[in-house]
């Protein structure tokens, strides 16, 4: 969920500025922070009554929009008296707001809570603009298994305590099992398919495209850790290479001959939908099956992940330094952990986005529930597709690949 243009541009804003001056310590979050963290939780939640909570949060799809317009927001007005007003903003958006409150001294930010991961969380920790740790006062945090590295680490940094995990997914590769009974499963693969239906494949040139590039990049380098822990350039230099000279080897097969991209991947699930393309993607290894449940897909639709595997990460709610309503924040966020918000969002009716509880660590009852929920009739089963499950990489390799990718690929 970023804006790729800004990318760049932005960390190298952030670091420049953190060069160039000294901001105010993100590490020691005051008096009023510090009696908030020491307050039994049920004051805490006495003392979020009747605020209004500003939610920053990607709102591109229709399903989301509703899960959090109609069950959330409701949920938060009648269980705390907090009014949820959610505002429309990702990625580098977050980090221009926050930065520039921190730059001109504003006492209070305009946004209390927001939905990140990945190059905004790493962004936002450089310039010191999260407020944190704050997760293990959560209640319903005892659920969530930290030790988990698709959970408690984010694009290779652990997330101690600044950012609370919302949910977790895994990238599948979405086709028509009437067109492709038999879709490609790796590279060399992926090539002869091509070659044989040119204009059938593309990705697009935001979020879920880059990430089928990483997935790439990973198994250029060897698979599996090959490129885990910090940026590496040499290996970056010497990988991305080869990335992109396969890459250019399938171009002229690609739609509309790789010279244009889709803006996202809406547009791509059209293209997918009308029969143009015959593969779409998704970050969310369950979308598929709310997809056709919403008739957007046919129900010929498929997803998988390849022999060489994807990526699997986690998505999280962060609190920025200077939010007015810490308390509220934490509620809401505890709330949206909750057994019964997670399972909520995990029927793919509703969103069909993965839990990050540890199932074994929830009463029987709640178990029970989470098992018997009906969905997974298009992807497959998540036990199925764990060990094909990559670690996401460090910060930099994505902000790399987006710049390169347009001046490699889009540009020439």
């Known amino acids: 969920m ?14 420049l500025w953190l060069a160039g001056c000294a901001p105010p310590s993100a590490e020691k979050p005051g008096k009023a922070a510090d009696e908030l963290l020491a307050m039994p939780w049920d004051s805490l939640e006495h003392s979020a009554r009747n605020a209004t909570l500003t939610l920053m949060m990607w709102q591109g799809d229709p399903l989301i929009n509703a899960y959090m317009n109609d069950y959330v927001a409701p949920q938060l007005k009648q269980r705390y008296g907090i009014t949820l007003n959610i505002v429309s903003g990702q990625g580098a958006q977050v980090v221009q707001i926050l930065m520039g409150e921190l730059q001109t001294g504003k006492e209070a930010s305009a946004i209390d809570l927001m939905w990140i991961n990945g190059e905004t969380f790493f962004q936002l920790r450089q310039i010191e603009a ?49 067109k492709t009974p038999r879709p490609p499963a790796d590279r060399a693969e992926l090539a ?15 979020f879920t495209g880059l990430t089928f590039l990483k997935a790439l990049l990973i198994d250029i380098a060897g698979g599996g850790q090959a490129l885990s822990g910090p940026f590496n350039e040499a290996k970056y230099k010497q990988y991305s290479a080869e ?18 991209y889709p803006e996202g991947v809406a547009p791509m699930h059209q293209l997918f939908a ?64 909750s057994p019964e918000a997670q399972l909520r969002k995990m029927d793919p009716a509703v969103w069909g986005d993965g839990t990050v509880l540890d199932l074994n660590r929830l009463p029987p009852e709640w178990q029970e529930r ?17 060990a094909n499950a990559l ?7 994505m902000i790399r690949l987006a710049e390169d990718f347009r001046r490699e690929i889009i540009q020439q």
């Open 2 to 15: 970023i804006i790729l243009r800004s990318m760049p541009a932005l960390v190298a804003a952030a670091l």
């Open 130 to 178: 999260l407020w944190g740790p704050w997760t293990d006062k959560l209640p319903h945090a005892q659920y969530i298994n930290f030790e988990n590295p698709f959970i408690g680490i984010d694009f290779q940094q652990p997330v101690a305590g600044y950012e609370c995990p919302w949910g977790n997914v895994q990238m599948a590769i979405i086709y028509d099992s009437l």
């Open 192 to 206: 002869a398919f091509v070659k044989a239906n040119p204009g059938r494949f593309t990705i697009d040139n935001q």
């Open 243 to 260: 990335l992109w000279a396969y890459w250019r080897s399938l171009q002229p097969y690609l739609w509309k001959q790789g010279r244009t």
């Open 274 to 337: 009308n029969g143009e393309l015959w593969f779409t993607m998704s970050n969310n290894d369950c979308e598929v099956d709310n997809k056709v449940m919403q008739g957007v897909f046919g129900p010929t639709a498929r997803a998988y992940v390849w022999e060489s595997g994807t990526i699997q990460n986690a998505h999280y709610l962060g609190i920025p330094r200077l939010s007015a309503n810490k308390a509220a924040a934490m509620v809401a966020a505890n709330f949206m952990i």
């Open 370 to 386: 989470f098992r018997n929920l009906p969905n997974r009739r298009h992807a497959p089963p998540r036990e199925a597709i764990q």
């Open 391 to 397: 670690m996401e990489l460090a910060p930099e390799y």
